[in-house]
């Protein structure tokens, strides 16, 4: 279980590792010197960092595959079979509980970023109004529009208008 928790956060930091080398190799250029001459000194057939990184991303991804393939031409008299369809589900359970962790995340993330473009217009979101809280996950993306009422704004989806309103306490949508 710790290495499935190491794994996930790993995978769920792997895009930020990701922007970061690229924003390094863009405005480093020290650092990039040195990383470009230490992939060349090395006999790493070619691969770079970012090859390298993705290998935990697939890895539990790859166990699937394998793990589908051998129950497949497994009989289901061979002695193994039970061991390896437990295997099997158990590695679903993984894949399936990591990828909705990291789309909950990804969620929090799009409210965080919804929340902190409020700043911008003006208004001051306090510890009561926070949108970030464990039950509001992000939707859908629309066009907001400022009102002349400061303290209202307008959010369009699709044919829908939402108003949210940060004195209100009755309307916990988000």
Do not use: W
């Amino acid at each position: 279980s710790s290495g499935i928790n190491a794994e996930y956060g790993y995978i769920n930091n792997y895009n930020t590792s990701i922007n970061t080398l690229s924003s390094l190799m863009k405005t480093n250029s020290t650092f990039k010197h040195q990383l470009e001459h230490l992939f060349k000194a090395s006999d790493l057939k070619g691969k770079h960092l970012p090859d390298f990184l993705i290998e935990p991303v697939q890895r539990l991804p790859r166990y699937q595959m394998m793990l589908q393939r051998c129950h497949k031409h497994t009989p289901a008299g061979n002695p193994d079979y039970l061991a390896l369809s437990t295997a099997l589900t158990t590695i679903i359970q993984v894949n399936r509980s990591i990828n909705e962790k990291i789309r909950t995340l990804e969620s929090y993330n799009q409210v965080l970023l919804i929340q902190e473009s409020f700043t911008g217009f003006g208004v001051n979101i306090s510890s009561d109004d926070v949108l970030v809280l464990p039950h509001r996950f992000f939707v859908k993306s629309g066009d907001l529009v400022l009102s002349k009422d400061r303290n209202r704004f307008r959010r369009r989806l699709d044919d829908n208008m939402y108003d949210l309103e940060p004195e209100s306490t009755t309307n916990n949508e988000s």
